[in-house]
């Protein structure tokens, strides 16, 4: 009878309970890509504890080595949300992966018009078509292979002029950021450099000159990748109420990408943004 007892009680304690029995769900992944002197994971902390708490899911943060090294993160499964610049979403766009796009920070007019692309170059080359006729003796300074205003916009322009980066100049380097790539052409160790407006309006170092200003450039929307565990169509509503239910998801997106100026929430991207993958990115 003991013996028979102890076989029931032995039985009982190997079935594990039905809470525990319950397998925690994956954590969602929202990621994005360093920047030098931007704190990207706390800029997007917020971002990622709003999606978790609207959906009372766990979440953790990534940051990823660039735009490019993001988006195939997110092409392998190892992200989920992903705020790119606009050359990684372009890159994610293009591909025949079924990402989905996310609103994007709506920027204020003003402000928008300001994120422009410009080439400056050393004094002596402002006249027009010396950039051309001296383009084998000069060394050019791109901010990154993943930029957008220090990388493929300016690239496109020199492309029209005849000019590829990699072949029409003496010297191709990457300054790894924008006031990098203006000092470069300041000190003397570059005679063109391609970087963001805004950091040359506010610098206007001696001795540089503006060759070209490209026309205002949009921010990247934010990107999902859609599976079964991942409602990016619910991410969407969410952000777009994010404004009121979270301000300071913005606010933290905000001191991360100087060009979402002063955005206040999120808004639905243009059709033209959306079809805008077929451009020429590689610089």
């Known amino acids: 009878m003991t013996r028979t007892f102890l076989v029931v009680v032995l039985s009982l304690l190997s079935v594990v309970p039905a809470w525990a029995q319950k397998v925690q769900p994956r954590p969602w992944v929202i990621a994005t890509y360093a920047y030098p002197q931007r704190d990207r994971a706390v800029a997007i902390q ?3 504890d709003y999606l978790g708490l609207r959906a009372r899911h766990p979440v953790q943060v990534r940051l990823f080595d660039s735009p490019t090294a993001l988006v ?22 293009r591909a025949n992966e079924p990402l989905t796009t996310l609103p994007v920070p709506q920027v204020p007019a003003l402000q928008a018009d300001r994120y422009r692309a410009v080439l400056v170059a050393r004094t002596g080359l402002e006249a027009a078509g010396e950039l051309e006729r001296q383009a084998r003796t000069l060394r ?9 205003s220090g990388g493929f916009v300016p690239v496109r322009e020199l492309r029209r002029r005849g000019l590829e980066p990699a072949k029409a100049f003496a010297h191709l380097a990457y300054a ?16 063109v450099a391609a970087l963001a407006a ?3 309006d506010a610098g206007h ?3 540089v000159v503006e060759l070209w200003r490209s ?10 990748r859609p599976a079964a565990d991942v409602p990016c169509q619910q991410f969407a509503a969410w952000l777009l109420e994010a404004h009121d ?20 929430r999120f808004t639905v991207p243009a059709q033209g943004l959306v079809d805008a993958a077929g451009m020429q990115l590689e610089p």
Do not use: T
């Not at 790894?176 to 005679?191: I, K, N």
């Open 245 to 264: 239910e979270a301000p300071a998801v913005m606010a933290a997106l905000r001191a991360g990408w100087p060009e979402f100026g002063d955005a206040q």
């Open 215 to 224: 026309e205002p450039i949009p921010p990247g929307p934010l990107l999902c």
């Open 176 to 191: 790894g950021s924008h006031a990098a790539a203006l000092e470069a052409v300041a000190s003397g160790q570059a005679d």
């Open 46 to 48: 917020p971002l990622a």
């Open 205 to 207: 170092p001696a001795g």
């Open 72 to 93: 195939d993160a997110l092409r392998r499964g190892e992200a989920d949300v992903a705020v790119p610049n606009l050359h990684g979403y372009l890159q994610a766009r």
């Open 140 to 148: 050019l300074v791109l901010v990154g292979r993943d930029s957008a």
């Open 198 to 200: 805004d950091v040359y």
